[in-house]
Structure formats: C-alpha cells, structure tokens
C-alpha cells in the first residue's frame, strides 16, 4: 500500500468520479484507475461501486476512507517535522564539551543560538575526552568538541575527527613571577616542581606534560578543575599551562598570562563524530557559529 494509491483514493472517493479525481490528481484517468486498481488487488476487495454517471464507496470502501485520511495526516505531519529541521526551526542538537571548553565558549554560544531558533533543543554534556568518546560510539551524542584523541581510538572505533581550530596555549603565573621578566619563554623555562597539573584523563593536563617533557608521575600539585588551577597560581602555589580562552574569563588580578616565544605551543580543538555520520542542520549551523566565535 502506498501513499500515492491512498491519495488517489481520497480522491475519487471525495469526487465520486474518475474523471474528475484524475483532474484534481493531475494524473491521466488510466494513470489513477491503475492505482485504484493496484490498491484493490493488495486489499483482496472492490473499494468502489461503479455505476453509469459516477462510483460510490463499497462497504470495504467505507472502511478504508477513515484509516487513509489518518495515514496521510501522520505522513504529513512526519514530512512537516524534517521540513523544520531542515529550516533549523526544530530538533534536538546533543553533543559533549570538554571541561576546559565549556564555561568559556558555551554561554554566548548557546544564548545567540537559542534567540535565532528557539525550537532547537540544546543538551550541552560536559565531560572529560573518554567518556565523551563513549557517547559518540554508542549514539548517545551526535558529535563532542574535544581536543586530543589518540589515532588508536579514531581507528578502532571508526571515529573521525576534523579540526575546528587552534587555540594557544599561555603560561599562568602569579605576577612579579621570575618568568614575567624573561625576553623568551619557552617551556624550559618552566621548572618541574612548580608545575600544577590537572588531574588524570583530563586532555590539558596530558599536552602540558607533553609540552614540557616531564614525567606523569613526578610529583606537582593536581586539582581538578580549571578554575581551580587558576586560583592555586593566583594564590602563589605554582604556575600552570592554560587555554587562551580562559584568560579573558579570570579577572583575578593576581595573575599574569604570558605568551611563549614562536613557534608557541597550541592546542587543536576538533569534531569528533562518527565516520561517515551526516550532521543534522541544527547541528551544522551550531558548529558553524562555534568556528566563527572562535576565529
């Protein structure tokens, strides 16, 4: 049974001609007497008493108008909500935000996106790289925004993940710091002790021990949040290796954020999505303004 055989059917059935409901149809009378014909021979039954000026509805006829005219409402109304979505008026966007991302990039992200489509519904998860990765795999999230994803794990779980953009990565230190008069910081200016490191499986702390070729396990203080980091360099604790979007978020004036001489150390913030996943508009039209916020 198809839509188009149940239209063709309404029609005749409103009409009480063949003629007319072609008409109507905009298909030739053999073209819609074909569907009525197909449509009868699927059901087992006449749906139509044919008489010399016209047809009337059988009694199995009868029985069918109600179920049709109910079947192309529900087709409509699934035809209308992909039309929305397709004009970005409704849907849901679920996606994950790494923990270092979020206070910082969502608010205003999030408040533009809602004034322009109110119908789209955001679910922001905000988690640390692995169990973002989890959410993706298992369908839960349409995509995260992350930053480091070993190769080894896009392969084996068919992930891919394409860059949205660079962002550097700064020295936090308290001011009058020794490192506030040097010409050039490079990371070797950094000592080992005084490192903060966030704490184990976030992304950030893992390029920062990168960045400064020290060992994991050495001892340092460890928090588990970034603004916490930031308090524990503002209260002379130490200094630590922090996003660029994090600096104009920290009004604490006891800190200074220096910049390392070029090339400077920097972090890729990418999409992660399923290989060969299609994103929704909505979600297309989100990580478009994210890219554009961020440039």
Known sequence: MEFTQLKCFIAVAREQ???????????SQPSLSYQISKL??????????????GVELSDSGKLLLDGAHRLLEEQEKIVSTFRMREELMAGDIRFGIIPTMAPYLLPPLLGDFRADHPQVRLLARESRTSQLLKEVVEGDLEFAVVSDVAPALLKRYSLHLSKLFDEPLLLAVPNAHPACSLSELTTKSISEDELILLSEGNCLRDQTVRLCQRSDRSSSLECEQLPTQLSMVAAGLGVAIVPEMAVSNHPNNALSFLRFKHPAPKRMIGLLKKRGGKLSPAAAEFLKRLKKQSA
């Open 17 to 27: 001609s063949f003629t007319r409901a072609a008409k109507a149809c905009h298909l």
């Open 40 to 53: 009868e021979e699927e059901l087992g039954e006449s749906l139509f008493i044919r008489k010399p000026k």
